[in-house]
């Protein structure tokens, strides 16, 4: 047996015999076609516009966009990055490149930490501050690929030739695509 509840005074009643609020001879409806009390309402109209809890979807304010680059740049570290022709042939992935120089890795970490910080700010307010600090993380992996494409792999006695390839393109694509969400993050919200 559902609980029925007087949507004036508010008060719950468990009897299912009884149709009317006792006090206020109002019909029972059920708890859930309550809106919200005055009381709650009075309190979330004294909050700041950026103050106010956003939906709990995740998507939402630009999120998607940037959680799908996000997952598109862990991917893109997960591929094939250089082709090396000469003297052996060598394909290296982001992965590589992290086990051999170590700090390539900040890619990857940008990435993994970029979704939470963006799902978890719960109001306007805090989504819009977080956006200098995401669109940095964006930039992380499309640095790391300038400092790389700057300093290809070299050896002082062979001629090493090597060649882009599609993984570290999906990374700076990924890479734009997350500077580009960021900045306009909670963009929509805001009117």
Not at 70 to 79: C, D, E, F, K, S
Not at 111 to 137: I, K, N, Y
Request: positive net charge.
């Amino acid at each position: 047996m559902t609980p029925r509840a007087c949507p004036f005074c508010r008060i719950y009643v468990a009897d299912a015999s009884i149709e009317r609020c006792e006090t206020c001879d109002v019909l029972l409806v059920s708890p859930r076609k309550l809106g919200p009390s005055p009381e709650e309402r009075m309190a979330w109209e004294s909050l700041p516009p950026d103050e106010r809890p956003i939906p709990v979807s995740p998507f939402s304010h630009g999120r998607a966009l940037l959680s799908l680059a996000a997952l598109m740049g862990i991917v893109a570290y997960l591929m094939p990055w250089l082709e090396v022709r000469s003297p052996d042939r060598w394909i290296l992935h982001g992965t590589d490149f992290g086990r051999k120089l170590f700090w390539p890795h900040a890619a990857l970490a940008a990435w993994v930490v970029t979704v939470p910080t963006a799902m978890t700010r719960q109001s306007l307010g805090r989504l819009l501050a977080s956006r200098a600090v995401l669109a940095v993380f964006a930039l992380v992996p499309l640095v790391t690929l300038a400092v790389l494409y700057a300093k290809p792999p070299t050896h002082r006695l062979l001629n090493v030739q090597s060649t882009w390839l599609w993984g570290a393109a999906l990374e700076v694509v990924a890479s734009c695509v997350g500077l580009l969400a960021a900045t306009r993050l909670g963009r929509g919200a805001q009117k």
